[in-house]
């Protein structure tokens, strides 16, 4: 079983930053990509970006150049450096995981960006 939770969402103006951070418990050791996504209302949930243990990255176009994603294997947490940020970035973000087959999610944190 994995757990995850994640923080840091909030309020922000156009333009401005946060940082979200996945925090994973349980068979970690399981573990291999990490990933984000998001979900605004009425728009479906979209991936984000991912990471896998060996540091190797991707990430949506919409928000290259703006988001970057990383992770601390010892403390087994991923983040999400959000920069530039504007009114679209407005969502729910949620991390995932998948071992064996099955998907984790968080609970997720809500980030809004006012104009």
């Known amino acids: 079983q994995i757990q995850l939770v994640e923080s840091g969402g909030g309020l922000v103006q156009t333009g401005g930053s946060l940082r979200l951070s996945c925090a994973a418990s349980g068979s970690t050791s399981s573990i291999n990509v990490m990933s984000w996504y998001r979900q605004a209302p009425g728009n479906e949930r979209e991936w984000v970006a991912g990471?896998?243990?060996?540091?190797?990255?991707n990430v949506a176009d919409s928000v290259k150049g703006r988001f970057t994603i990383s992770r601390d294997n010892a403390k087994n947490t991923v983040y999400l450096q959000m920069n530039s940020l504007e009114p679209v970035d407005t969502a729910v973000y949620y991390c995932?995981?998948?071992?064996?087959?099955?998907?984790?999610w968080g609970q997720g944190t809500q980030v809004t960006v006012s104009s």
């Open positions: 990471i896998t243990t060996s540091g190797i990255t």
């Open positions: 995932k995981t998948i071992i064996r087959s099955q998907p984790y």
